[in-house]
């Protein structure tokens, strides 16, 4: 079927913390909604069969819960498929947003999915409802090709969101399609946690995705274009991530990935939307993990020779490192119950310093989850200091197999390039109880080769 995402730069409110009136907040959604409406249209002109646009990119960010009240549409949670806001405006008040949104996949005949702020009242005897009366939700919505509102999501894990609630039980939102079946959607930080991305997929058996973020990039572990593919890779799913466009605030990187394909746009340096179209193959069965034999065991060195290992700090977390040095070799690294194992060889020494490195704990910095790591990163500088360091560019390509003895079965395979590519690993999976990566000669400078694994009982 084909495909687009929108990386869209939005217009943003100047002072989202200032107190505005309905009008107002609908005047500045409609210049957003304005650009929605022509890359619809161009999506659609291209033969796109549904779009993707991103996270707050309606009504930008930073409000406080009374400031973002006039930008919220009222959003009815159960009406799947029953209501056609596009020709039915009548049915609701405050639902000018969604209409715009509806008529858009009317118009086009493309499904579409959105992201906006909506509202539900809630009585006074419900424990949960908060002091001003009312339920505020971050929420996706899905319509059909028809305009009729199919599926809403509200999101669940909240990135120091203080305008939104989180729902009283996870949603675990669906459509179907004609064209690939079945779409799962949740939001932006939902995709590192248990609830409701895993279920969904599990319990739902899911092969396609729709995926509105607002992503802050971090690296070398969490650019968003590298995790949304070792997530689409790791339950063997479509994803149709939008992310919204805003460089200065580290915010690109959207894409189309099958697990072994991706088309994806990452760009710091110019401004401006991007319109992302592909054709991709529709996932009915799973795909065959293709494993290797067991890879070799690392041979116990006497102290001397094995090389130093040291502390940095990666993600905020405290890892333990050894150098990758020389043009070959056998590594091991261990902290608490993991252990991270290496083989490499590089085609040419260069003055790059890499290290293995191992995290085994909770992190607990801009939210908090159990991380299992093993990473071969390359450094910021040449000294131990600099490992763990945002880098965006590199020439090693190294030959490389990574393996650990991971204690959860949801391992993302993170595959890094320079200038933010993506690869593909040649060999993964799991092999007497290791969870293996191995790549014969990156497509160009090695920058991250990870198993990022997520121990979700123990959050």
């Not at 090389?307 to 993600?315: D, G, K, R």
């Not at 131990?384 to 197999?401: K, M, N, P």
Request: net charge negative; aromatic share 14%; with cysteine.
């Amino acid at each position: 079927y084909v495909a687009a995402v929108y990386e869209h730069e939005s217009v943003l409110s100047p002072a989202p913390a200032a107190l505005v009136e309905r009008r107002s907040a609908l005047e500045l959604m409609a210049r957003n909604l304005d650009v929605y409406e022509q890359q619809a249209l161009a999506a659609a002109r291209q033969g796109a069969q549904i779009i993707v646009f991103p996270e707050d990119g309606i009504h930008g960010f930073n409000f406080t819960r009374s400031s973002i009240y006039p930008y919220l549409d009222f959003v009815p949670h159960s009406h799947s498929g029953k209501w056609n806001p596009c020709r039915e405006p009548y049915m609701f008040n405050d639902t000018e947003v969604v209409q715009r949104l509806s008529c858009m996949a009317l118009k086009n005949k493309i499904f579409l999915v959105a992201n906006l702020g909506s509202k539900q009242p809630c009585e006074r005897s419900d424990p949960r409802c908060p002091s001003d009366g009312r339920y505020q939700f971050n929420t996706n919505v899905a319509f059909a090709a028809d305009g009729a509102l199919l599926a809403t999501y509200r999101k669940h894990n909240l990135y120091f969101e203080y305008a939104f609630d989180t729902p009283p039980e996870p949603d675990h939102a669906f459509f179907d399609t004609p064209f690939a079946g079945k779409f799962g959607m949740f939001t932006c930080f939902d995709i590192l946690f248990f609830e409701p991305a895993v279920t969904l997929i599990t319990q739902y058996n899911l092969k396609q995705i729709v995926y509105p973020t607002a992503w802050m990039n971090q690296l070398p572990l969490l650019s968003a274009v590298e995790f949304q593919q070792a997530f689409a890779t790791a339950f063997n799913v479509n994803i149709l991530a939008a992310n919204i466009h805003h460089p200065t605030l580290g915010m690109t990187g959207s894409g189309i990935y099958t697990p072994v394909k991706s088309f994806i746009y990452h760009n710091m340096e110019s401004y401006g939307g991007k319109l992302i179209v592909a054709e991709i193959p529709v996932i009915t069965a799973d795909y065959k993990t293709n494993l290797e034999k067991t890879p070799a065991r690392v041979s116990e060195k006497g102290e001397e020779q094995s090389p130093p290992s040291f502390y940095a700090e990666m993600m905020y977390d405290n890892f333990t490192f050894v150098p990758v040095w020389g043009e070959k070799g056998e590594l091991q690294v261990c902290a608490n119950s993991l252990c991270c194992y290496l083989n490499y060889r590089r085609a040419v020494l260069t003055d790059e310093l890499y290290a293995l490195g191992v995290f085994d704990g909770l992190h607990t910095v801009h939210g908090t989850y159990y991380v299992q790591a093993c990473a071969l990163v390359k450094c910021g500088g040449l000294s131990f200091s600099t490992c763990g360091q945002e880098v965006t560019d590199a020439t090693a390509l190294i030959d490389f197999q990574l393996w650990g003895n991971m204690s959860t079965p949801y391992i993302f395979p993170l595959l890094l390039t320079s200038g933010i590519t993506l690869d593909f690993a040649d060999h993964m999976g799991w092999k007497n109880n290791h969870y293996f990566l191995s790549k014969n000669r990156t497509s160009s400078g090695l920058l991250t080769a990870a198993l990022y694994g997520r121990w979700y009982e123990k959050d």
